[in-house]
């Protein structure tokens, strides 16, 4: 019996784009879609995981382990470190992963004893421009660092960078995500640990793994595409749903409920949840629910659209993200 769900994944799992503590326009245009706004400045409440959460029976816990512009290598560790507990019984523990895109590096930081992340383009093995506060590496994407690790960040980004691009090339880098996952599925899979895939990347449906792996595990939307690579052109964005109030390149509260919607269906297919109907994921029920919560939103807030109020991907999209990329 399933009585802890761990989430996994980057900045869409982690429900990047509802960050009330740092964006007003953001607190008010929500606050009628929760009770109240928790002390630990999460956007939990908004993710889908979140939403997850409010579907499932109250004895089952979800933690959400996300984290905006990680990848990978940091769901593989963290994995590990739940399973390596001493007290870890796997068949009371369900693993929902996101695996991530192809331009994230993960690295370890002697001086700091902590790990750090850099974002860069696939394709150069150069950092992402984001300005002054995201052009190299970082510790935390939500979050402003102290002086100490700003310093310390600058003083190794040129080592950092350095290092890139005399290491990296696409093909490679490539090759190695592809290698790790598989491999890690494959990990999961020998060790009879509960996984579903609710949002999968291109190498997910590489036919030599498809079948073995992941066939039955993935969730995709009408055209059998991912779901985070699709939510402009399904009107899921929250500039969408805001009417161009909030211009934010992730999927808005529409979104997030129709992710967690599929996965509790999924779930139920798997067995994970017994006594239980699925839910009505229909394309037509499902775009209700997107038009009633842009009229809801429409009517409640006082905003103006601001075209320059926008916040970028924690991530490159250089790579085509359609199931037949890698095939």
Avoid at 222 to 233: A, E, G, L
Avoid at 280 to 285: A, N
Wanted: hydrophobic share 30%; aromatic share 14%; charged share 25%.
């Amino acid at each position: 019996m399933i009585k802890e769900i761990h989430c996994f994944g980057t900045s869409f799992t982690n429900g990047a784009g509802f960050e009330w503590w740092k964006y007003e326009v953001v607190k008010e245009i929500y606050r009628p879609y929760i009770d109240e706004y928790p002390k630990e400045e999460t956007t939990f409440p908004f993710s889908w995981p979140g939403q997850l959460k409010k579907l499932l029976p109250k004895d089952i816990k979800v933690s959400n382990h996300a984290k905006c512009g990680w990848g990978n290598q940091r769901v593989y560790r963290k994995v590990m470190e739940i399973v390596n507990q001493p007290n870890f019984k796997p068949k009371e523990h369900l693993f929902l992963i996101e695996f991530s895109e192809a331009s994230r590096a993960e690295f370890w930081s002697v001086e700091k004893q902590k790990h750090f992340l850099i974002n860069y383009n696939v394709k150069e093995s150069t950092f992402l421009a984001r300005g002054s506060e995201f052009g190299g590496p970082v510790f935390d994407y939500q979050r402003t660092p102290s002086e100490d690790d700003k310093n310390y960040l600058d003083r190794i980004s040129p080592i950092m960078s350095e290092y890139m691009k005399t290491t990296f090339s696409e093909n490679d880098v490539l090759r190695r995500i592809e290698q790790n996952q598989v491999t890690f599925s494959s990990f999961m899979e020998l060790f009879e640990l509960n996984w579903l895939v609710p949002l999968p990347n291109t190498f997910c449906f590489n036919p030599l793994w498809y079948d073995k792996l992941y066939k039955d595990k993935l969730i995709t939307d009408k055209n059998d595409m991912c779901h985070q690579f699709s939510i402009q052109q399904n009107g899921y964005g929250f500039k969408s749903e805001t009417s161009g109030v909030w211009n934010d390149g992730h999927g808005g509260l529409a979104w997030s409920e129709m992710i967690s919607m599929k996965t509790y269906n999924l779930m139920i297919e798997w067995g994970y949840l017994t006594n239980t109907e699925k839910l009505d994921v229909s394309s037509s029920k499902l775009n209700d629910r997107k038009i009633q919560i842009r009229n809801e939103i429409n009517k409640s807030n006082s905003f103006e659209p601001d075209p320059r109020r926008t916040k970028p991907l924690q991530g490159s999209w250089q790579t085509i993200f359609r199931k037949d990329t890698l095939i």
